[in-house]
Nanobody
Framework: QVQLVESGGGLVQAGGSLRLSCAASGRPFSSTNLGWFRRAPGKGREFVAGLEWNRAETDYADSVKGRFTISGVDGANRVHLQMNNLRPEDTAVYYC???????????WGQGTKVTVSS
């Protein structure tokens, strides 16, 4: 059974930083097949960061470019999201997601809450 477990969320002031981590188990995941999404209060889920399918390029939501960095180590079944210069609009539940054999993310963690105060 695949499990994705996020950690590292919390409360931070605007301009601060947080580092989210995701630990995957149940099957091997390369770092290219783990990504991050988020759901802000009252909004739908949106893509935050991940590697483009079949390309060695990292993709980020426009709203986080230059502030967030996704990283991972192949074989470690882990991926991290370094979030710098956080803004109140980054407040959301952040989800780790995994995919296998296609660009679609089909595995989801329970989420970790990030709250950025102004």
């Amino acid at each position: 059974q695949v499990q994705l477990v996020e950690s590292g969320g919390g409360l931070v002031q605007a301009g601060g930083s947080l580092r989210l981590s995701c630990a995957a188990s149940g099957r091997p995941f390369s770092s290219t097949n783990l990504g991050w999404f988020r759901r802000a209060p009252g909004k739908g889920r949106e893509f935050v960061a991940g590697l483009e399918w079949n390309r060695a390029e990292t993709d980020y939501a426009d709203s986080v470019k230059g502030r967030f960095t996704i990283s991972g180590v192949d074989g470690a079944n882990r991926v991290h999201l370094q979030m710098n210069n956080l803004r109140p609009e980054d407040t959301a539940v952040y989800y780790c997601a995994g995919r296998s054999g296609s660009p679609l993310y089909i595995y989801w963690g329970q989420g970790t809450k990030v709250t950025v105060s102004s």
